[in-house]
């Protein structure tokens, strides 16, 4: 991913302890207003633990100091900002190479670059994204295909039944990611299902166990957890193996096959993609659909952008362009859900955010939770309105956030694609509309999630 990547707090954790061991010396104080350590070895670790997660102790760490303020992680300063202006002032200069896959690699064990320096790292970085953006080219129908499929099972429900937007959206990310990662092996449901226990079971654990430790007090966990690691990485360094003798060229791993990448670095990006892909674009979907199914005004107005625009005809990659409405409601989905509510960077060489200076090795947290929902920003911010996309700041505003233009992950660009084909061609066929009494809980982790299944009723379109 680019500058703003995704970090949960088990990102934090890692990033924190090869700081700690690269530069055990650094451990000047920020002097920025903040809270003092609870803790001599911890810091504030155990605040972070009651509030249940790093986002809802930033927002209540800003509430308090404003929008920059500091904390402890053991014997570190770390340094938070909570809004936009702050954001502008730190991002500018002082670039670093920190990143999304550089963090869920280290939890994985993996190395970021090609064992050769920083120049190495980006073009291994560059072969990664043009390979997600060639997979998607070349697949384009089978993702059409794959939603068209979902849509038609919707249709053929009854109006009363109630849908599960997470149980289906999730299986719709790992049916897609996983036929255009990996090949038309995992056509078959029973590969798909193999392949999610193992999923499931790693990302569970990169979501937890690392804050408090608790997977290492667990033998079983850790047994279970190295397990589908282990039986995932030989199922993908299979898969490469096939694909190389068979001269394949359609899939995400096809394209790492036809670069310098080592055979070990192929499954470590395909590692990444899956994981992460399937994730991100199952609760992008998620949340845009149940926003959706709460403002009809919204589903009209985007329905008359799809007819307008496509007709009676299928989507198509050189059409998405033109679905501007589309963006925006996506772009409020992400807005309005935290999708991603926080990233993280290593200070690379001193720098200064208002009056505070910000010393060298210091680890910057951006609270884009807090970010996202800030009055000063946004205007009624926990409103879903995705016409405050139309003004030009809120755009740039958004852009300098990492969620859209350059700065935008693939991951992130992979799952509007697949969003953006699931609601033009379910919003034109079904309207959406929301269960009653239904009351949406977030877990704010490294993707904000529902921290239950969320359900939805549909109607066809007359």
């Known amino acids: 991913m680019l500058d703003f990547a995704i970090f949960a707090v088990t990102f934090v954790i890692i990033l924190v302890g090869a700081v700690l061991y690269l530069y055990p010396s650094s451990r000047r104080a920020s002097g920025i207003p903040g809270l003092n350590p609870t803790d001599e070895k911890d810091g504030n670790l155990q605040d972070i633990v009651n509030r249940g997660s790093l986002h809802e102790f930033l927002v209540s760490l800003h509430q308090r100091f404003g929008s920059v303020a500091s904390f402890w992680f053991g014997g570190r ?9 702050q954001l502008r002032q730190h991002i500018n200069p002082n670039h670093t190479t920190d990143s999304f896959e550089t963090m869920l690699k280290s939890l994985l064990g993996y190395q970021s670059g090609t064992g050769g320096g920083a120049t190495e790292s980006v073009i291994r970085k560059k072969v990664y994204e043009s390979a997600i953006n060639n997979t998607v080219e070349k697949n384009f129908p089978l993702v059409l295909k794959l939603v068209e499929e979902l849509v038609g099972k919707w249709k053929s429900t009854p109006e009363s039944q109630h849908t599960p937007l997470c149980a289906h959206l999730l299986g719709l990310a790992m049916k897609t990611v996983t036929q255009l990662a990996l090949g038309e092996s995992f056509t078959d449901d029973s590969e798909v299902l193999s392949f999610r226990k193992n999923h499931d079971a790693i990302w569970s654990e990169i979501g937890k166990g690392y804050l408090d430790g608790s997977l290492e007090k667990s033998s079983s966990r850790k047994a279970h957890y190295e397990k589908a690691l282990s039986e995932m990485q030989s199922v993908l360094l299979s898969v490469a193996k096939e694909r190389k003798a068979q001269g394949k060229q359609a899939a995400f791993v096809d394209a790492l096959l036809q670069s310098s990448l080592t055979e070990r670095q192929i499954m470590e990006e395909c590692m990444v993609f899956t994981l992460a892909g399937c994730v991100i674009t199952a609760n992008l979907c998620i949340w845009a659909l149940h926003f959706l199914s709460t403002s009809e005004d919204v589903q009209d107005k ?45 200070q690379a060489v001193e720098g200064k955010v208002d009056q505070h200076v ?19 920003t946004w205007s009624t911010p926990y409103r879903f309105d995705p016409d405050r996309f139309e003004e030009e700041s809120v755009r740039k505003s958004f852009c300098l956030l990492g969620f859209s233009g350059n700065q935008t992950c693939p991951e992130l660009r992979f799952a509007y694609t697949v969003a953006t084909v699931l609601l033009s061609t379910l919003v034109r066929q079904l309207k959406l509309h929301p269960l009653k009494g239904q009351v949406m809980e977030v877990r704010s982790e490294l993707v904000s999630t529902p921290k239950e299944e969320t359900w939805i009723t549909v109607s066809r379109r007359n």
């Open 358 to 376: 910000i010393p060298k090795e210091t680890l910057v947290i951006y609270a884009l939770g807090v970010v996202l929902q800030d009055s000063e």
């Open 302 to 346: 985007l329905y008359q952008e799809l007819d307008q625009v496509l007709g009676s005809d299928p989507i198509s990659l050189d059409k998405i362009p033109q679905l501007r409405y589309c963006q925006q409601v996506l772009n409020e989905t992400v807005r309005t859900a935290k999708l991603t509510p926080v990233a993280a960077r290593l």
């Open 77 to 85: 300063p770390v340094v938070s900002l909570g809004s936009v202006h």
